[in-house]
């Protein structure tokens, strides 16, 4: 029987600024974000309430509307932080443009997008104070104001602290351009740069309608409160970072940062977490790590055995399982719930942090569709899946093979206006209405959306059969030393060989199997991949093998870079 959705009553907002005034006219007091400061080995936490922030985002775009911005492209590059979640929304929501950029890319890269979007002012950290000192020397850009998040970095520079006083005097001498400055929700609003290099790369145009869509969507799926605490973990500059921080501002959730990769689990448990939106493999790591302590410890056989009891009991509707394994969850800060996204998340790992009490959800879609398609739902879960639709949103297989597997296609408020100046590449994504994602995948007999892969990353044999790479990496993943896995097709003597590369965790082998040689340890990870081989269909299994502990070329978002990685065997 298929499980029926529920779905949680929420307001329709037609833009950005009603979304956040919502917060602001229901809990003014409540927590928007929590800011750490560190002075040498002396912490200090700031709280910022949502009337701080509104506050903060009037005096902010009122000195920029003062500065001449009104109308114009405000570019933004750093770290997560609470400057540039001011800087973001004070933009959108009546100053011009957003461009947010990746902080991971080339200085050559960064100039280049820069060029592109023909922003007229940039927001950046002190990481970028020395860049953006070269660049304001050069003459082949459109900036006029180079704006600092951190004060006495260079005299240079304006400062975000500097135009917060210069703003509130304005406010305070009655200037109200920035307050009622009119927001149109089908006019560009952000100018977003998906993964490439500075050519390759596209500039999503999306606009005020594109979010609120989105943000309705998401919060008729899942539900977040007020007491919620959640760590803004995405980088912001990619959309389910950037729309993922406005959800939960509309709910009046507390947001935090985290002080990096390596820090999480200590954040976690510093902030207390309860909800945050990831990728897979942060979720997926946090996970092996947890249960390698688990066996390190001699409980696999106890929690496996009280995993099963837990189930049971829910079956009568009984649950007990945040009060069996809160030494577990204690681990994770509390967490209550986990939302990921950017790529499938393996479903046995989704299994795993179900089975301990916190809810796992992932959903799928593109910075094109400002981001999110389709999500899981409390109340519907199939695990290999990426949910339903969201209520806005039509999906549509397009051209399905005898296996049900087309492209996947979709329609929506969400879709964004186009690429920016690229009618060529809007033209062959945009067509009779419909958004081609260049995705793979099915729906199956109960609504659920599975992807497959990638079009362009497709092995296609010699006897026309089609190997989707991401389906054998989720088996791959599943063996405890892998860090990381790639397949892909290799040319062979008569048929393209299903090659794997794997990304060994090197102090998981050594603590394992300790002194075991390189050729040893081929040879075991080979015999586990024949048992992998031995649930695939005879065209799918493996028959080429790279192993190595060096981590694999990555986007900023943490996806595998194939052709890169193809070009290095």
């Not at 970028?128 to 000192?133: I, L, N, T, V």
């Not at 007990?320 to 479903?347: C, M």
């Not at 795993?352 to 999500?375: C, D, K, M, R």
Request: with cysteine.
């Amino acid at each position: 029987m298929a499980p029926k959705r529920t779905l949680y009553k929420t307001e329709y907002l037609k833009d950005l600024r009603e979304i956040l005034n919502k917060p602001v006219r229901e809990h003014p007091d409540s927590l928007a974000f929590i800011v750490k400061n560190k002075e040498g080995k002396d912490v200090h936490y700031t709280n910022i309430t949502y009337r701080d922030f509104q506050e903060n985002i009037n005096q902010l775009g009122t000195a920029l509307i003062d500065l001449g911005f009104q109308g114009k492209r405000i570019a933004i590059i750093g770290k997560n932080r609470y400057e540039w979640a001011l800087a973001y929304m004070c933009t959108l929501n009546g100053v011009g443009i957003t461009v947010p950029l990746d902080k991971g890319l080339p200085e050559i890269e960064i100039e280049g997008l820069l060029q592109r979007s023909r922003a007229d002012a940039i927001v950046f950290d002190k990481d970028f104070a020395d860049a953006m000192k070269k660049l304001s020397k050069k003459d082949d850009h459109h900036i006029k104001e180079f704006i600092c998040m951190d004060s006495g970095i260079d005299a240079e520079f304006n400062t975000i602290d500097h135009l917060l006083e210069r703003g509130k005097a304005l406010l305070d001498a009655g200037d109200k351009r920035y307050i009622e400055a009119t927001i149109d929700e089908d006019a560009p609003c952000s100018i977003v740069f998906t993964s490439g290099t500075t050519d390759a790369s596209k500039g999503a145009v999306l606009c005020h309608r594109n979010y609120a869509a989105n943000i309705y969507g998401l919060n008729q799926m899942i539900e977040f409160f007020p007491t919620d605490v959640n760590m803004a973990f995405l980088p912001f500059h990619h959309t389910l970072g950037s729309t993922g921080l406005m959800m939960m501002l509309s709910c009046g959730v507390t947001n935090v940062f985290c002080d990096g990769l390596k820090y999480v689990q200590a954040n976690l448990i510093e902030y207390k977490v309860s909800v945050f939106v990831c990728v897979p493999l942060l979720l997926e790591a946090m996970y092996k790590k947890i249960m390698a302590e688990v066996d390190r410890q001699g409980k696999t056989k106890l929690i496996n055995r009280m995993r099963k009891v837990c189930n049971f009991l829910l079956f009568f509707g009984i649950d007990i399982r945040r009060k069996v394994f809160k030494p577990i969850i204690d681990q994770l800060g509390g967490v209550r719930g986990v939302f990921s996204g950017a790529a499938a998340i393996d479903k046995e790992v989704a299994k795993g942090y179900h089975s301990f009490g916190i809810l796992t959800l992932q959903g799928y879609g593109l910075t094109e569709t400002a981001p999110v398609l389709t999500g899981e739902n409390a109340s519907a879960i199939r695990y290999g899946s990426c949910g339903f639709p969201l209520v806005n949103v039509e999906i549509k297989i397009d051209d399905p093979n005898e296996d049900g597997i087309g492209e996947i296609i979709a329609k929506g408020p969400n879709v964004m206006l186009g690429y920016y100046e690229n009618e060529e590449a809007t033209a062959e994504v945009m067509k009779d209405g419909w958004f081609h994602t260049g995705d793979l995948g099915y729906i199956d007999k109960d609504g659920f959306l599975f992807i497959s892969g990638r079009k362009k990353n497709v092995i296609v044999l010699k006897s026309g059969k089609n190997v989707y790479p991401e389906e054998i990496e989720t088996f791959v993943n599943n063996l405890p030393y892998v860090a990381e896995s790639m397949v892909y097709g290799s040319p062979g003597k008569e048929d393209v060989l299903i090659a794997a590369k794997i990304v060994y965790n090197e102090e998981y082998i050594q603590e394992k199997y300790p002194g075991i040689s390189e050729e040893a340890l081929k040879d075991k990870i080979w015999a586990d991949i024949k048992k992998i081989n031995d649930k695939l269909t005879v065209y799918q299994c493996i028959k080429k093998l790279t192993i190595t502990n060096q981590e694999m070329i990555k986007t900023t978002t943490q996806k595998v870079k194939r052709f890169e990685e193809i070009k290095k065997e």
